[in-house]
């Protein structure tokens, strides 16, 4: 019994002193390390993380002085409306809207707006202006990377011909910020960019710093009439909704592959990054809530099908673009806070799946407390985004549907600001936001109406009366019919 005692005591103090050894403790030695060093910082270019914003920004405000719009009836884009009202525009920025009795700054230049009405600039939250631009050739179609189905890797940003003389002809139709999609061929087109309507030799110096990108998605007819051609999926709406979905696997298991990276990282451990994939780093940055889900849709079953996807995967969609049956589900609509960016006059028949469009999708929409947008999706229609907006209310107006014209100018203005991403910045004439304003010759849902003044971060970027604001894109110089008018 004593020696099993003694040799059970000799293995206690053997681990007592082993166990000193490896805390530091009475030894003084030092630990060993338990880990590699620190991994390296990836090459440039290798991590998506430090690339967010590769291709920045480079806008800069035309030349501008503080002004103040007096006497015109104006329409603040979010449900107000001040007669006989005040607009101040300081240092780009709107400070002032109200009634007649507004202060004005001094030194800032007065503007008569009697008999004429105020309202934001006009948004178009869907525009191939730049990608799809005039003259409309093949050398410049840059719209469609259509070479497979998902594309998500690709940005209109990339494409954009900045010299397209339709930004000068939307311009003049008040449109002072757009959105530049990629087309519809494909599951995943690829990245939007928004860009304000300003003269530049560059994408960059268009740019809207800040907003948000959009990833272009298509449903219904176009991309199984592409490859169905080619006996390649998707040939049928099943293999759109296939592809849809193996591709937000992919994406998630590239989330999850850079978020395993990053914590070995974080714990010093020896890891291996993934491989950059542009395709799904889009995709990827919808998932994470970064990326807004810009989804082309016609009809209202594939829609109901796409909240699901959205719903199994995890991500929202902002808007959907054309959805000519939108007004088929508008409470769901509503409740789900999407937009619905669609014609005023309805745009019905030119294929099966808008063979249900109505002109009274707007009011319906409206009514059931959903976001309207009016857009375009054509380098003509941009011109007069006012008019097809008053098509739609006066469709509503003759189905018995009260829209108020505080609402239905929002449809142009606060609304698309909201399916962009920038309603924090502009679409409304609220104190702090940029003063992008148009002053109109008659009520802007007239059809007389025509945009006498535009102002873009408070600079005159067209004056109908002054030739010198009427910009002609390199591409026009030369040209006949550039003679000045």
């Not at 469009?357 to 059931?368: P, T, Y």
Request: hydrophobic letters at 40%; a neutral charge.
């Amino acid at each position: 019994m004593r020696l099993r005692s003694g040799v059970a005591i000799a293995a206690l103090l053997a681990a007592a002193l082993a166990a000193c050894a490896t805390t530091g403790g009475t030894t003084g030695q030092t630990p060993a390390s338990s880990s590699a060093a620190s991994p390296a910082p990836l090459l440039q270019g290798l991590d998506p993380a430090t690339t967010l914003d590769p291709f920045p920004s480079t806008y800069q405000p035309l030349p501008r002085r503080d002004a103040a719009i007096v006497g015109a009836t104006v329409f603040t884009g979010d449900g107000r409306r001040f007669d006989n009202g005040v607009v101040v525009m300081q240092d780009g920025r709107i400070t002032a809207v109200g009634g007649a009795d507004t202060p004005i700054p001094a030194g800032a230049q007065r503007i008569d707006g009697r008999g004429r009405f105020v309202t934001p600039g006009v948004i178009d939250a869907h525009s191939h202006l730049g990608v799809y631009p005039s003259p409309g050739i093949a050398a410049t179609s840059d719209g469609n990377e259509m070479t497979g189905p998902n594309q998500a890797g690709v940005w209109s940003e990339h494409a954009l011909w900045p010299q397209d003389p339709g930004f000068n002809r939307a311009r003049e139709g008040g449109v002072t910020t757009l959105m530049i999609l990629p087309g519809s061929g494909n599951l995943f087109g690829g990245r939007s960019v928004t860009v304000r309507n300003v003269p530049s030799v560059s994408m960059q110096g268009m740019k809207f710093p800040g907003a948000p990108y959009g990833l272009k998605m298509a449903c219904g007819e176009n991309p199984p009439r592409t490859y169905g051609a080619r006996n390649q999926s998707p040939a049928t709406g099943m293999g759109n909704v296939a592809g849809y979905r193996t591709g937000w696997i992919e994406a998630q298991n590239y989330r999850r592959r850079w978020d395993e990276y990053r914590q070995k990282v974080e714990r010093g451990e020896r890891a291996d990054p993934p491989t950059r994939d542009l395709r799904l780093e889009t995709l990827a940055g919808v998932l994470s809530g970064d990326i807004l889900v810009q989804n082309h849709c016609y009809r209202a079953d594939e829609m109901m099908l796409m909240l699901d996807v959205a719903r199994e995967f995890g991500y929202r969609i902002t808007t959907f673009h054309h959805a000519s049956e939108a007004y088929k589900i508008a409470p769901v609509l509503a409740r789900e806070n999407i937009c619905s960016a669609i014609w005023g006059s309805g745009w019905w028949g030119f294929k099966l799946e808008s063979f249900d469009g109505i002109e009274e999708n707007a009011a319906i929409l409206q009514q059931a407390g959903a976001c309207v947008v009016i857009h375009s999706d054509d380098a003509n229609l941009i011109q007069r985004l006012n008019q097809e907006t008053a098509m739609a209310v006066s469709a509503a107006r003759r189905a018995g549907i009260e829209v108020s014209d505080e609402q239905a100018i929002s449809w142009f203005t606060l609304n698309p600001a909201r399916a962009l991403g920038i309603a924090d910045q502009t679409g409304s004439l609220t104190p702090g936001k940029r003063a992008d304003v148009v002053l109109w010759s008659a009520h802007p849902l007239s059809v007389y109406a025509r945009a006498d003044q535009v102002f873009i971060d408070g600079a005159v970027a067209f004056d109908r009366s002054d030739p010198r604001t009427r910009a002609a894109s390199d591409y026009e110089l030369g040209q006949p019919g550039r003679e000045p008018r």
